[in-house]
């Protein structure tokens, strides 16, 4: 198979795949406009149910405005050789090789969130301010994302270099290092995610004794799921929206609920 074809495939792929998705969105969007189900009828605000269709047809028609965008920009590339280009660049250099990877993996990254950063400002401050959700200042969402980007660039950094390296000292072995390396970092996360992770975001406190806190623990007992850990998150400081969450495995394991949810 010629380096063509096989571009030809993916390419094939890739237009067939963004072509279905779109298909899919939008039997869902038209599905949405039905009206409440006659066995709900009675249980499920009518008046809720109406607006919580109309928060899904937004996001449906931005999510498909913002894909559409991706797809266009990522055919260009691919066929007007952009990545090629920025390979090039980050040629000259003169970077080791695992360094090269790093930093057209990274130049990549940059792009791609700097195409992003309008759509996902327009989603918060539009879109969910419009259905009354968001709570986000500004400065959270600017503080929010440097942050995202100090984590990126430490944990997906050290990721990164670690299976480029893998890959270029010891190729015969490079998929399954890489899957055990992968793997193990995957764990790792699971278990300590809440521990590292959560705080640099939000504030977590254990959840104080009373009746909710022992109806949980009951029904952990009944089920048989060993848990000591429940706390409760300060998520009312970016959205209004009720949201709860496990995390962890064995001594870790710990169940999160939002303040939000709390409240109501």
């Known amino acids: 198979m010629t380096p063509h074809t096989l571009f030809l495939i993916i390419l094939t792929i890739y237009i067939a795949d963004f072509v279905f998705g779109r298909y899919l969105s939008w039997l869902n969007i038209r599905s949405s406009k039905n009206p409440i ?37 990522i055919m260009a590339m691919l066929l007007f050789g952009g990545f090629a280009s920025i390979n090039d660049i980050v040629q000259s250099w003169s970077l080791s090789a695992v360094w090269t990877s790093i930093a057209f993996l990274g130049i990549l990254y940059i792009a791609n969130d700097l195409i992003e950063l309008p759509f996902d400002i327009y989603d918060m401050f539009v879109i969910e301010q419009r259905f009354g959700f968001n709570k986000t200042t500004a400065g959270t969402f600017v503080l929010d994302r440097l942050k995202g980007y100090l984590l990126t660039a430490i944990i997906g950094g050290v990721l990164l270099y670690v299976v480029i390296y893998i890959y ?60 000591k850990n429940i706390y409760t998150i300060d998520g009312s400081k970016r959205s209004t929206k009720a949201n709860a969450y496990f995390s962890g495995m064995f001594g870790k394991k710990r169940i999160v609920l939002y303040d939000t949810l709390i409240e109501k």
């Open 37 to 73: 189900p006659a066995e709900l009828s009675g249980i499920y605000d009518s008046e809720r149910y109406h607006k919580q269709q109309q928060y899904f047809r937004a996001n449906s028609r931005f999510g498909m405005t913002v894909s559409s965008f991706s797809f266009v920009v």
């Open 168 to 227: 270029n000292a010891i190729p015969q072995y490079f998929w399954i290092l890489a899957w055990a390396v992968v793997s193990v970092f995957g764990l790792f996360m699971s278990v300590f995610y809440s521990d590292i992770i959560v705080p640099i975001f939000n504030k977590q406190k254990p959840l104080a004794d009373g009746e909710l806190r022992r109806s949980i623990e009951q029904f952990a007992d009944r089920v048989g799921f060993s848990l």
